[in-house]
Nanobody, 123 residues
Framework: QVHLVESGGGLVQAGGSLRLSCAASGGTFDRYTISWFRQAPGKEREFVAGALWNEDMTYYGDSVKGRFTIDRDYAKNILYLQMNNLKPDDTAVYYC????????????????WGQGTQVTVST
């Protein structure tokens, strides 16, 4: 399994932006579907966005469409989640994950998770 490390979380005011990174080590993304999930306290894990590494295919959850964008840095083997116009409801721990199903919307079918990064959006 490729080892996943997320970074880029933090505290931001509503309307602001953050960019999360998911770095892969011990392998590359190109064998997997890649996804971002989030989980807020007391809530179920929610699909945010997904991508294929070597194809121009992305998929977004309804709650983030038009605000979040996935970008790829092939040289660094990093997948980014650009988050704009953040809202307090976006507050959660964000996880990068890999799997084999497309679209990668169901966390039950994800086989490999990063440790997560906290995003907090204040009013």
């Amino acid at each position: 399994q490729v080892h996943l490390v997320e970074s880029g979380g933090g505290l931001v005011q509503a309307g602001g932006s953050l960019r999360l990174s998911c770095a892969a080590s011990g392998g590359t993304f190109d064998r997997y579907t890649i996804s971002w999930f989030r989980q807020a306290p007391g809530k179920e894990r929610e699909f945010v966005a997904g991508a294929l590494w070597n194809e121009d295919m992305t998929y977004y959850g309804d709650s983030v469409k038009g605000r979040f964008t996935i970008d790829r840095d092939y040289a660094k083997n990093i997948l980014y989640l650009q988050m704009n116009n953040l809202k307090p409801d976006d507050t959660a721990v964000y996880y990068c994950a890999t799997g084999t199903r497309w679209p990668p919307t169901e966390h039950q079918f994800v086989s490999n998770w990063g440790q997560g990064t906290q995003v907090t959006v204040s009013t």
